[in-house]
T-cell receptor, first 110, second 114 residues
Framework: RKEVEQDPGPFNVPEGATVAFNCTYSNSASQSFFWYRQDCRKEPKLLMSVYSSGNEDGRFTAQLNRASQYISLLIRDSKLSDSATYLCVVNRGSWGKLQFGAGTQVVVTP | EADIYQTPRYLVIGTGKKITLECSQTMGHDKMYWYQQDPGMELHLIHYSYGVNSTEKGDLSSESTVSRIRTEHFPLTLESARPSHTSQYLC?????????????FGPGTRLTVT
């Protein structure tokens, strides 16, 4: 079983719609969680950290469910520029290494 | 925007050549990492560094080597390039003193070995 599992998609979303997707992680000791965004053939960029109480950054909302060991990302009012692969990322131990999921592809269509 | 740089951005080289991929960051981060990513696939950690003179191998076995003589510089070397080394190589850094783990990536080097 992979440490971080994501639905690869693609999620085809009409512009203006809402899309949500999850990832699951296997290490119950993980303490830090992130969503990164990666555009085609580009480097991953930090989208947002995920806090226990859930957090929002503009149109993006992240939730953490420790009991079920999953993290979610919701994108409201989708823009064409939101088309990308979204990577779920979890820390591995206390050193600082991160485990990256394989990503969920989102395609926003006009 | 993160201040982390990689050169070259693209490299096409013949089999057997020695190559060094450069990575530098100006943020004073103590930890640095090298990842390998094939198109459409996930990132795999190949090397990391706690700080100066500290390097460790990552999860994915790699024939490359790294060095960390200065905080800001973390070059990756392949002594003899092979077609199987064709991939994208991403360098990242993080700051441990803040207690968080987010990593910031350079733009990557896309390596093609012919």
């Amino acid at each position: 079983r992979k440490e971080v599992e994501q639905d690869p998609g693609p999620f085809n979303v009409p512009e203006g719609a809402t899309v949500a997707f999850n990832c699951t992680y296997s290490n119950s000791a993980s303490q830090s969680f992130f969503w990164y965004r990666q555009d085609c053939r580009k480097e991953p960029k930090l989208l947002m950290s995920v806090y226990s109480s859930g957090n929002e950054d503009g149109r993006f909302t992240a939730q953490l469910n420790r009991a079920s060991q999953y993290i979610s990302l919701l994108i409201r009012d989708s823009k064409l520029s939101d088309s990308a692969t979204y990577l779920c990322v979890v820390n591995r131990g206390s050193w600082g290494k991160l485990q990256f999921g394989a990503g969920t592809q989102v395609v926003v269509t006009p | 925007e993160a201040d982390i740089y990689q050169t070259p951005r693209y490299l096409v080289i013949g089999t057997g050549k020695k190559i060094t991929l450069e990575c530098s960051q100006t943020m004073g981060h103590d930890k640095m990492y090298w990842y390998q990513q094939d198109p459409g696939m996930e990132l795999h950690l190949i090397h990391y560094s706690y700080g100066v003179n500290s390097t460790e191998k990552g999860d994915l076995s790699s024939e490359s080597t790294v060095s960390r003589i200065r905080t800001e510089h973390f070059p990756l070397t392949l002594e003899s390039a092979r077609p199987s080394h064709t991939s994208q190589y991403l360098c990242a850094s993080s700051e441990s003193s803040r207690g968080s783990y987010e990593q910031y990536f350079g733009p990557g080097t896309r390596l093609t070995v012919t």
